[in-house]
Nanobody
């Protein structure tokens, strides 16, 4: 049974930092690319970042590039999202997700349909 559990969200001020964590249960973590998505009220879920199963490559949405950093620890089955210089428009529920297919990193990594398992989400609120 695959489970993803996010943590680390909260209420912060603009310019602050937060680090989100996602704990993955299962023995195949190191075989999958992992992604972070977010969904703001009244908006569709959007891609934030993805990381290669080795941790060696990453892609970011333009809106977070240079401010957010995705990383992973395959020994601990954890994936992180370090968020710096937060802005009010970053306010959303953040979700981690596991790619559907093993050893697939590129292609349509920005589509939520490419991910087969999702966490319950963690709320991030940035006040101005």
């Amino acid at each position: 049974q695959v489970q993803l559990v996010e943590s680390g969200g909260g209420l912060v001020q603009a310019g602050d930092s937060l680090r989100l964590s996602c704990a993955f249960s299962g023995r195949t973590f190191s075989m999958y690319a992992m992604g972070w998505f977010r969904q703001a009220p009244g908006k569709e879920r959007e891609f934030v970042a993805v990381i290669h199963w080795t941790g060696g490559n990453t892609y970011y949405a333009d809106s977070v590039k240079g401010r957010f950093t995705i990383s992973r620890d395959n020994a601990k089955n954890l994936v992180y999202l370090q968020m710096d210089s937060l802005k009010p428009e970053d306010t959303a529920v953040y979700y981690c997700a596991r790619r559907r297919q093993t050893f697939l990193y590129s292609g349509s990594y920005y589509l939520s349909s490419e991910y087969g398992y999702w966490g319950q989400g963690t709320q991030v609120t940035v006040s101005s």
